[in-house]
Every structure is written in C-alpha cells, then in structure tokens.
C-alpha cells in the first residue's frame, strides 16, 4: 500500500473524511497559505457538512471560509488567533457556535490531552517524501520551522500531508516522520511565498517605537536579569523588535551572552545568533527568509514544538525557562490586564498567540507600546476582552512613562532608582486622556461570538457580538 | 464670520481630520470618524465651540476624522472656517 | 542647559503631538521651511493650539517663523507672541537692520496683546554670507539671545559645495561662535542632514562643540542621543575636574602659590574650566561623587 495519493480527493476519501469530523491545519504559511482553502473547497464539493475547525491561525487569505460557514460545510472554529475579513465576519455573528479561542501552549496542550479530539490533521509541507516525512526547509513554499504543526501530526487520528515539493525517499531532516503520517499528497502549488513570509522584517523607523524600545531595554537593563545566560523573546512588530537594537549595547557593555532567543524569529534575532549575543535560538515559527536560512543552516537555531514552547502542564516548557518576554497590547487596563483579541470597537483582530503562554512564564513581561493610538488611550478602565491576566503582566513601557504592577514593589523601586519616568498607570492612564479626552464606554451585543479560553482550559473571557 | 465660499483644511492622515466648509443657512454639521463610537459626541461639541467662537451661524460642515485628538480637531475647523471666511 | 535642539515641523499633528518625547533638551516648531506656502495659516493655528494643550516637556520651546520679507510672519508674530515661547527663530537673519525691525513689530504685537514688552527673545538663524559677516552686531542686537548657523542656505548662498567633513563651513563656525561669545551669548550649530549616518553626525557634534558651540540643533529625533553625549561632559573629564578643584582647594588651605597636577599647571583659566565641567555636570544629573 502506498501513502502516496494522486489527487486531493482521493486523499480525503482515503481518510475517511466525513460530516461532523474535526480537522486542524497549521498556519507557518500565514497569509501565502493555500492548504486550508483548498482542503475545504474539496471538502464542499464532496458534499461535506458540519466541520469544526481546528486551525492554529486563521488568516485574511482564507476569506472563503465565509463561503464554507454559510453553507454549513464549517460551523465550529478553534483558533489561536484570526484576522482579515473571517474575524470581522465572526463579529458580526456569522457563525451559531462561539469561536473558541486558545493560546499557543493552551492549544496543544488541550490537543495533547485529549481534551481536544482531532479527526483529521492536514499538514501543509513544504517539503516531503512518498512516505511522509516532511519539514519546512525546503522547497518553493519554505517557511522553517513547523511548531504549531507538531501536536497535530501526533494526536490527530489520521495525517495527510500536502506538498508541492515531493523529494526522493528519505526527505531530510524530517521534523514530522512517516511513523505518523497516513497520506501524502502533491498538489501544484500549497502557498504563495509572498505571503508566507516577508523578504525582510525591518527594525521600526518610528520615532515613538524607538523611543519605547529604548525604554524597555532600559527596563530590562535595571532589573537585576540581565546576568549571564539571560533569555528573552520579543514580537516581530514595531517596537517589540526593535528592543534587540537596544538590547546589543546593553550585553556587549556587560560583556553577556544571552542564553537563548525565543518565539517567533526575525532575521534580527539570527543577527545577535551569529554575532554571538545570544547562544541559540528556539524556534516555533519563522518571521522572515532570514530565519528560515538560520534554522536550516545553523545548529544553535532549533525548530520546537508548540507543546514545548508553550504549554502549560506539559513536564517542562520552555516559556518558564525565560526571563524576560516583550509584548504588545491593543488595550491594556489599569489592573494590567492586556487585549490582543478585539480593537477599541470589539471587532476581533488577532488572539493570544503565545501572549498568555509567555506572560505566564517569563520572570518579567513587559508591554509595550504608544500612550495613545490616533485618539484612542491605550490604557482603559477595562479592557474589552482579557486575553492575558493582569496578574501575569509587570510592567506597561509607553514613549511617555512606565507603569510598574503594585505586586512587583522591588521592580519599581529599582526602575525609580535608574532615573527611569515610573508613573502609576492610573497616571498614564489621566495623561493621555488629558490630550485626548475620556473615551465613551461603548455597549456590546448581547450574543457570545468567542470564548477565550486561559491556557489551562479555564474560561478567561468572552467576546460579544457588536452591537448593530 | 461670514462663510463665502468652500474651502478645507487637514488631511487624511492617521492623527488628523479633513474638515470643509461651505457656505448654507444655519449650521449643518456632519461627521465622519475612526473613533465616532468612542468621540463622536466630543467632536461635534468641538465644532460647534469653533463656530461659536468665531461667530459663524451659517454653514455645511464635513467632518472626516482619523483619530485628531481635540486640539488638532479644533485647529483644523478654525482654519477652514478663516478660509471660507476670506475674501479672494 | 540646551545642548540639542529638535526641529519638528509645523504641520504635522502626529509629530507634533509627540514632540518632546525625543531627550531633545529644547524643539524648534517650525513655521518656515517645513510648511508649504498654502499651509502656514494651519501650521500656525495647529502650533497654537498644541502649544497651549499638550505642555510639552522640554527646557526650551523655539518657535521659528517665516522670514521678515513675506507677508507671513506678521501673521506668525501675532499668533506665536502671546504664547512666550522661550525663543522665537527669524530666519536668513542678514544685519542688524532686521533684527531692530523685528523689534518694532515685536513691541507692537507685546503692546497689544498685553504681553510685557521686550520679553520676546530672539535666537537668530544666520543662513547667508551677509549674515555671518553682521554675526557680531547681529549678536548685540535687542533681543537676541543666540545664534545657529543654517549651512544649507548659507552654503548655497557661498556657491560652496557642501560636504560631509564640512570645511566648507568652518569660517562660519567659528565666526559665529566668536561672535556669540563675544556678545556673551549662546550659538548653535547647523543640522547634520544625514539621518542615517549615525557615526557622521557624532563627528559632526564633536567637532562643534570643539569649535565652542553650545549645542546644536537636529532634524532627526535619531540624533539627539549622539548631540547629547557630544555635548556633555565625559566622565573623564568631570573626574579631571573634580581632581582639579581638590588639588586648587587644598593649595588654598596650605597656602601654596603654584600648583600642578599630573605635571601640568594649573592655572585660573583651567580652573574656570574645570567649574564649568562641574557646573554642566551638576546641570545634568551626573553622579560627580561617585565618578
């Protein structure tokens, strides 16, 4: 018998796709991916009903979800973060069944204790052999690292895997191997590699996202962590990333190596690698070409699986190995809890991600980001979804003033000492509204179009309707 | 202040508002805004102080807004108003 | 202590609205060069009202308004006087001549406004080869508290050809600087007009204060550290002065003449040095015990 299927269809049928089941899709070809689409236009055109969604992230390239929604092919998700047109659709109702959200860590580890079943794992590979060991270092659709797709490939009660890139027998390395693989599939094309992932991902040129960068290496220089062996992770945005430019003087003044780089990698993370700030890297999902060069060249920069990342009973995650992760925030309110699932208005754009993993884990999370966005203050009285527990989070960095949680007296008093702006985030809070003026306290509908799930499998939040 | 013919100020830039006027019997105000749940409200009541201000009764005011905080809001009407206001 | 001065220009609200937030010790809203002809009526009102509501956090606030000879800067002077920033910036400042005619209208505009007259300050923009030969009498003239060299301008105006070691301007440098100090008041240098090149600018900034500049000024927010740092005392030189002052003070307490330290003499002038160094050292929070 051999894995190897000759069209999509006969895939499916072989693996025994059927109304109702449960399929999951990694997202490491972002907004390039063509897998999921293409997988349930087959699905509807078998006449399929009733799937619930198993995606690690749902992007704007998969907007003709909303098609499969409306005609019933798809009627539950379950994500660790959406965005584009199926996250504005889902706040306005589209779907009966609330979204259930998770973070990174939280998804695998519901995945990996059963408490998530999964009928079907698609694999989009961008590298493959007839028996199905896969990784995604090669080929035209390379995106390195798989970490979100390794949960899958292992509970899923079947894999199929779907290439574009079908290598002789062995592929090498394989990240996911043929013991659990059950099909294999080559199709024209699995992503657009524009999409999939950017050329480069530059530093920030702003002004005011150097400026609270500037601050956040500040915070981390003054918190007594920045020792030997110091690890860290930061987001690819903005500020977030342009933390590591401060962060170079800081270890070379000191004459430090940080221990490990974690989270999404940037070329800018595989710069400090190979100039020796940092000694290696660990990897669950790559930013941009750079990277992906990186962890397929370089031995420091290792590819790990969500459920190591970032869950949070497993026997041991990395996320509580770090000592300081920089995050962002679309609202954060004055108990320091933080929105990374809906905007100002409620509209779902995003999701934890590993927000709520690394905050959980990290010996400092700091959030940055600016005091006001346009006229919106980014300090709330309450935020309108709590993505990350206020209890989690340290400290609020801002391009005006930081703001330090009353739990963590010690931090504070050591930022006052370093003649850095610490203000009461109530404080912060009065200073941007003096500029922009308070905010209305806008109603939300009535119907629970999301549950955000904390990682543990308890219920954090949920997120409504918006009000027509 | 008398409203003699149509003119702007502001752009569309995040941060900032287009607002123009043009000349109409008693004030008609419309608003278009980024942040119009959460502002709108503030906005409107910051035009009608300008005109106020400026002692302007008649005129048809857009507003397009892109998040101006009050002081810019206030800024751009006042020199639109000056604009529509002025002789050739 | 104004060692870096920001220009941020005059129509943008988005940077205007995050001005001071850049260690710049003063900004330079600008009115002139960074606004198109049929903008300045909003530059002018969006910089008042800015002004009045976000309290910006800096040493100095410096207006600069359009030139003498538009119809504009009347206009500018009646808005931006009532607000007393600590500096209004006339631009290609030629001689004295304009400097009093500026006066005039200054008076005026302080009158009306019920403004105390003659409290609006004057940092002069030199930027034509007209002015740098007037630097002097531009210095003394009423009003003026400081001087920058605009080198674009005045390099066009040379026919010279501008470039990144900037011996082409160093005769403006210096006699500005010698005119200023002569004046007993301040000078500022031009801008570095790279953004990018970071190191560029730090040479740049070192060779002014060298020059005796008091500080200069930036277009770039990503210039303002390496301005700063080429402006302040280095640690090695409070640490000198600090020696300088302890050997002097326990001179005085023995009675002794001459003194030297490290082989060198030292006499009044390096000791006056030496308490500027302090002075400036004091002024910007650093730790002189601990150096």
Do not use: W
């Not at chain 1, 997988?39 to 992230?57: H, W």
């Not at chain 1, 190995?321 to 962002?328: A, F, M, P």
């Not at chain 2, 119009?36 to 807004?65: H, K, N, P, W």
């Not at chain 3, 920058?148 to 006699?175: H, K, N, Q, V």
């Amino acid at each position: 018998m051999t894995k190897l299927k000759s069209t999509l269809r006969s895939a499916l049928e072989a693996a025994g796709l059927t109304s109702g089941m449960t399929v999951s899709f990694h997202h490491h070809l972002r907004n390039g991916d063509h897998v999921l689409n293409m997988v349930l236009d087959e699905a509807a055109a078998m006449g399929i009903k009733n799937l619930t969604l198993q995606a690690s992230s749902i992007f704007p390239v998969h907007a003709p979800l909303i098609g499969h929604i409306q005609s019933g092919v798809v009627t539950g998700i379950e994500t660790a973060y959406m965005s584009g047109p199926v996250a504005d659709a889902i706040s306005h109702a589209l779907l009966a069944r609330p979204v259930v959200f998770r973070s990174h860590g939280g998804r695998a580890q519901a995945i990996a204790s059963g408490r998530v079943h999964i009928d079907i794992a698609f694999i989009a590979a961008p590298c493959a052999d007839c028996a199905g060991n896969l990784n995604g270092l090669y080929g035209p659709a390379a995106c390195g690292s798989l970490g979100y797709a390794f949960t899958d490939a292992r509970y899923a009660d079947c894999v199929v895997a779907i290439t574009d890139h079908l290598v002789p027998y062995p592929a090498a390395p394989a990240s996911i191997d043929e013991t659990q693989v059950d099909y294999v599939v080559q199709v024209p094309c699995i992503g657009d590699p524009g999409g999939i992932v950017s050329g480069t991902t530059s530093v920030t040129r702003d002004p005011v996202g150097l400026r609270i960068a500037e601050y956040a290496a500040q915070v981390m220089a003054s918190s007594g962590l920045l020792q030997e062996g110091f690890s860290f992770q930061t987001g690819a945005g903005g500020a977030s990333l342009a933390v590591t430019e401060y962060l170079k003087p800081l270890l070379r003044a000191r004459g430090i190596t940080a221990g490990f780089g974690m989270g999404g990698i940037t070329g800018a993370m595989v710069d400090m690698l190979e100039n020796g700030y940092v000694r290696s890297l660990l990897d669950v999902q790559c930013f941009d070409l750079r990277a992906v060069a990186s962890i397929r060249d370089n031995p420091a920069h290792q590819e790990i699986p969500a459920l190591r990342y970032a869950a949070p009973i497993a026997r041991g995650s990395a996320v509580d190995q770090l000592s300081c992760v920089v995050l962002g925030a679309t609202e954060i309110d004055v108990d320091f809890n933080v929105n990374v699932h809906t905007d100002s208005s409620g509209v779902i754009l995003g999701g934890s991600g590993g927000h709520s993993d690394t905050a959980a884990g990290a010996q400092l999370t700091m959030i940055v980001a600016p005091l006001m966005r346009a006229r919106l203050p980014i300090v709330v009285d309450r935020v309108g979804c709590i993505s990350t527990p206020g209890s989690t989070v340290d400290v609020l960095v801002t391009q005006r003033g930081i703001a330090v949680h009353p739990a963590r007296r010690e931090l504070r008093d050591a930022l006052v000492a370093a003649h850095l702006p610490v203000y009461d985030i109530h404080a912060l809070r009065d200073m941007a509204r003096r500029i922009t003026g308070t905010p209305a306290v806008l109603p939300h509908g009535h119907r629970v179009v999301g549950v955000v799930e904390y990682r543990d499998g308890s219920l954090l939040d949920q997120i409504f309707a918006l009000d027509e | 202040m008398n409203i003699i013919r149509t003119a702007a100020c502001g752009t569309l830039e995040s941060s900032d508002a287009l607002i123009t006027v043009a000349p109409g019997d008693g004030l008609q105000i419309s608003i278009q805004s980024v942040v119009l749940r959460q502002f709108g409200a503030q906005i409107e009541a910051s035009v009608r102080d300008v005109l106020r201000e400026l002692e302007v009764t008649g005129a048809i005011i857009t507003v397009e807004d892109r998040g101006a905080v009050d002081c810019v809001l206030r800024a751009r009407c006042e020199t639109a108003l000056r604009r529509a206001a002025k002789e050739e | 202590m104004l060692r870096s001065l920001l220009f941020v220009p005059g129509n943008s609200p988005a940077m205007l609205l995050n001005a001071d937030i850049h260690r710049a010790d003063g900004i330079i809203l600008d009115l002139e060069d960074a606004v198109a002809p049929d903008q300045k009526d909003a530059a002018r009102i969006l910089v008042r009202n800015a002004v009045r509501t976000l309290q910006y956090a800096v040493q100095a606030l410096i207006i600069r308004i359009n030139p003498l000879d538009t119809a504009f800067c009347r206009e500018d002077l009646e808005t931006i006087v009532p607000l007393r920033p600590a500096f209004i910036m006339p631009t290609k400042v030629a001689g004295e001549g304009d400097i009093r005619a500026l006066d005039q209208m200054l008076r005026e505009i302080e009158r009306k406004n019920g403004v105390e007259e003659g409290v609006t300050r004057l940092l002069a923009l030199i930027e034509t080869a007209c002015g740098i030969e007037n630097a002097y009498a531009i210095a003394r003239a009423p009003r003026v508290r400081a001087l920058m060299l605009g080198a674009e301008d005045y390099t066009a105006d040379l026919r010279a050809i501008r470039s990144r070691e900037s011996g082409e301007i160093a005769y403006a440098r210096s006699r500005i600087v010698n005119a200023a100090r002569a004046a007993g008041i301040d000078a500022f240098d031009t801008p570095f007009t790279d953004v990018n090149d970071v190191d560029g600018l730090l040479n740049d900034a070192q060779a002014a204060r060298a020059l005796g500049f008091s500080g200069k000024a930036a277009i770039s927010p990503r210039h303002i550290a390496g301005i700063n740092a080429a402006f302040s005392p280095t640690a090695a030189e409070v640490r000198y002065a600090r020696q300088v002052l302890d050997v002097i003070e326990e001179a005085q307490r023995l009675g002794r003449g001459a003194v030297s330290l490290r082989g060198k003499m030292i006499d009044k002038p390096i000791v006056e040095r030496a308490r500027q160094t302090l002075q400036m050292a004091h002024a910007l929070n650093m730790e002189v015990d601990e150096l």
